[in-house]
């Protein structure tokens, strides 16, 4: 063995000794690029957060601090950034203290601030939560001028600052257009790195037709959220099986509901938390997110698919709209690459259902693109 070795790099060589002798007539590249693969400790994954002051926020931080993201052997350095307003640089500081008594051994470190730059400085991932919320009586418009000033600065910051293989996820509603924004103002990264989330809205179908069914959640598998993040989104089960079997077979006494109030309930379903706990769902979308990302970075479960807001290029093959974020299902190939699932066969029903949702993204985006250009 040779003396030079130490440490991991060494142990590396005794088990290349035992396992595979033949590889020391190979070139010594290949011991490297093993050792690279399989021995050195893994880089720590920087993710930069931003609205990490609010309560999605503060329900997230644990779930990517203890490894529930990005597998349990990953580091992770934390990168929030949230408004530069007393109260809320007073909270960051308190977030910070219970993150250091929390007992994560995978945050390597945290840093907060309040400049989108030192955020994204190197970040692997993005998660974009801060947007401006509509209040009573506000206009669309001014909603989508708020959004628009806070996701092209976001974008810009991605642009000057995140790895250029960066993956970005927005949160912060109007989650498709502000995600489209954004992509808009970050032209170096590939739009395939960009994608606004629609998991909550399919883990919502999915909890509620395994309700439904009386059985536990992994046996419900490959429910569909079509389009926008809103009220016209299309909760699709069509395509949905329950161990094994067509939802629409398991549940045949229930075609009814599924038809009706089951897609009005996962429209809904946002605003009837609202109603019920006077803030908008904050656990489910930590968790959603959690999911999202996870799937995205380490591999869609095998034989399943789960629903992302994807960037259209003419060639989905269900006939939408070019240029827009619209969710469909996909499968993630653990590389932090997605496919969309295509030749899923589409009925009468459901086309309309798709089309009206497409409608809505393309009304956002052309209110975006003029207030972009004034
Ligand atoms: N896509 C989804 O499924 C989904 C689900 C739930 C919530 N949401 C949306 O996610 C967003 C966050 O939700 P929340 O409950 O955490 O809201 P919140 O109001 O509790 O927190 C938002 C945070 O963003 C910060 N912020 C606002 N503008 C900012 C900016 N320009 N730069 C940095 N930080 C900024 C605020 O100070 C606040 O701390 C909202 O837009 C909400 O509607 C989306």
Redesign the pocket.
């Known amino acids: 063995m040779c003396s030079c070795l130490s440490g991991i790099p060494a142990l590396y060589e005794s088990f290349r000794q035992i396992f595979n002798p033949e590889s020391s007539k190979g070139s010594p590249n290949a011991h490297e690029a093993y050792y690279n693969r399989f021995i050195q400790p893994k880089k720590p994954i920087r993710v930069a957060i931003?609205?990490v002051?609010?309560?999605?926020?503060y329900a997230l931080l644990p779930m990517i601090a203890n490894g529930d993201m990005f597998g349990p052997d990953q580091e992770v350095i934390i990168q929030g950034?949230?408004?530069p307003i007393d109260q809320?640089k007073e909270n960051l500081k308190g977030i910070n203290m219970e993150l250091e008594d929390g007992y994560y051994p995978l945050l390597k470190r945290v840093i907060f601030t309040t400049d989108p730059n030192v955020a994204f400085k190197d970040a692997d991932v993005g998660i974009l939560?801060?947007?401006?919320?509509r209040k009573q009586g506000m206009e669309r418009k001014d909603l989508m001028e708020k959004n628009i000033s806070?996701f092209k600065q976001m974008g810009s910051a991605i642009e000057a600052n995140a790895s250029k293989d960066c993956k970005i996820l927005v949160?912060?509603?109007p989650?498709n257009t502000n995600c489209l924004v954004c992509s808009t103002y970050a032209p170096s990264i590939p739009k395939a790195n960009f994608s606004a989330?629609t998991r909550?809205d399919h883990n919502r179908a999915r909890g509620q037709v395994a309700l439904k069914a009386g059985v536990n959640l992994e046996r419900v598998k490959n429910v569909i959220i079509w389009g926008n993040?809103s009220s016209t989104q299309y909760p699709d089960v069509c395509h949905g099986q329950i161990d094994g079997k067509p939802v629409e077979s398991v549940l045949a006494g229930d075609k009814a509901w599924l038809k009706g109030p089951f897609i009005e309930m996962i429209q809904k379903r946002?605003a009837a938390i609202i109603n019920a706990r006077k803030a908008?769902?904050?656990l489910s979308?930590a968790r959603?997110i959690t999911n999202h990302i996870h799937d995205w970075i380490v591999g869609s479960a095998p034989g399943e698919w789960v629903s992302m807001a994807v960037h259209t290029d003419g060639t989905d093959g269900y006939g939408i709209e070019k240029g827009l974020m619209y969710s469909f299902p996909v499968v993630c190939k653990g590389n932090g690459s997605w496919d969309i699932v295509k030749g899923l066969p589409i009925d009468g029903f459901s086309r309309d259902k798709m089309k009206a949702t497409e409608s809505e993204l393309i009304e956002e985006r052309e209110l975006a693109m003029e207030i972009v250009k004034n």
């Open positions: 931003t609205g002051a609010g309560q999605i926020g950034v949230d408004l809320v939560l801060g947007a401006f919320p806070i949160v912060g509603n989650a989330l909550l993040h946002g908008s769902s904050a979308a959603a």
